[in-house]
């Protein structure tokens, strides 16, 4: 996938220019973004024979794997302040630590898959986190509107909350839209729900 | 109802105490939950035979219709900023203009009955409001955890947002929690969706 949508707020900015762990942050999520690709190619093509006709899971658990997997984050991180109550927001769904243990730099990420209200609770969940001081940069991952046409009926796309990002202006936050390279009626359907995805075990925060 | 619970942020407390227009709004809204009450009593009594087995549009409806009909408030007030585009947050739900016609104090308040996700959007919509000054106070309304036991299945409550009034201490801001007089397994019971609501024609902003 391509990231053709980016939303980098000033201080967000700053850290990345300044933080080489920032930087990493970064680098490691837009490359387990650009790793989402079809079967034998280097990018990906979707489907695009009739609206809605892509689930959207299997693309954030490919990402979800290769971030996992090769870049060692965690799932499933609660915030202290939530008293890990699902009710009240449930944990970050994404989250690692770089650089000294005693004193590290923590980054949380949501691939939001939900429609436009689960994506308000999403970026409001993860500025919780920054305003807390549990979370020292907040990334959030979405569809473009031209590619979520294709996909699950209702998923929330970048350009939908994109009007809100001004709830961020003062908040370390990087929002990321990805669309797929090429379209085409003839590509492989991407299931709904969680049909035909492997049963991987997360990686789960613990500590 | 009863308001049992209220978190007024800091400016709106001093906003409040200063300006008689923004007293008026909040006697209003006040008043107009106070007078959410059971048929031939003076106050509410919720039946609390099982959980969700009343409906909330009908307490919202109440509360509207007051007031619309008596105090003169709008419906369905679009933000600038928003182009008017429902998929990026629709209108303010109801709407006032206090005071001068040429420099009024504007008010927008909604009465959240959807889920915890529409409640985030509904915050962050009245916050895009306050940051774009097409509002000067802004008011949610939501059932308390208590009472929501027995309303509709996953309608949103206070408690259940109240770790994220975080996002609103910058902001003149004000969240009412409500719950009823009076608990009897024996009380009428209120209809789901809309049935059983007449169909009285709101009162819509025009401009």
Redesign the interface.
Known sequence: MLITKEYISPIALEIIEQNPYAQSAVFEVRDSIGSIVSRNLSYFVVNCSAKNCNGVVPIKEKCYAKLEEYYLWYREKPLD??HNDQ???GPIDVYKEFGLAADPFKVGLEFET?????A??S??KL??GL?KGELDMAMLIMPTKQLSYYLTDRVSNYE?LQ??F??LEDSPFVVFGFDAEEYSSTADLLPKGRDGMSDRSIRKWRQ
Chains 1, 2 share one sequence.
């Open positions: 302040y939530l009710q009240k927001g939900g429609n436009i209200s689960s308000h609770r970026m409001n500025k919780v305003i939908e009007p809100y001004l709830h």
